[in-house]
Nanobody, 115 residues
């Protein structure tokens, strides 16, 4: 079975920080573009940030300057450091591994930004 496992979600106040982690099977992680996506109630799932196996990074406009995506080959993990969080960041965050011809998803972790 292929399973991506996210962790790090929770409740944080506006302006606070949170770091999400995602562990992937090594055979997938080595070649995959890894990414973080989110889905808020009533909205479609959207890309937040992605990082290729070669280290090329993409950020959604909403994430630029606030979020940082990184990957650790030794741990087969991808991270999303989120700073200056806003209520509109509230969503279920999903980890994704994209191999081009196939893709894999985690089950999601809830991030709630509220006072």
């Amino acid at each position: 079975q292929v399973q991506l496992v996210e962790s790090g979600g929770g409740l944080v106040q506006p302006g606070g920080s949170l770091t999400l982690s995602c562990a992937a099977p090594g055979s997938i992680f080595r070649l995959a573009t890894m990414g973080w996506y989110r889905q808020a109630p009533g909205q479609k799932r959207e890309s937040v940030a992605t990082i290729t196996s070669g280290g090329r990074i993409y950020y959604a406009d909403s994430a630029k300057g606030r979020f940082t995506i990184s990957r650790d080959s030794a741990k087969n993990a991808v991270y999303l450091q989120m700073n200056s969080l806003k209520p509109e960041d509230t969503a279920v965050y999903y980890c994704n591994a994209d191999l081009g011809i196939s893709g894999y998803w985690g089950q999601g972790t809830q991030v709630t930004v509220s006072s």
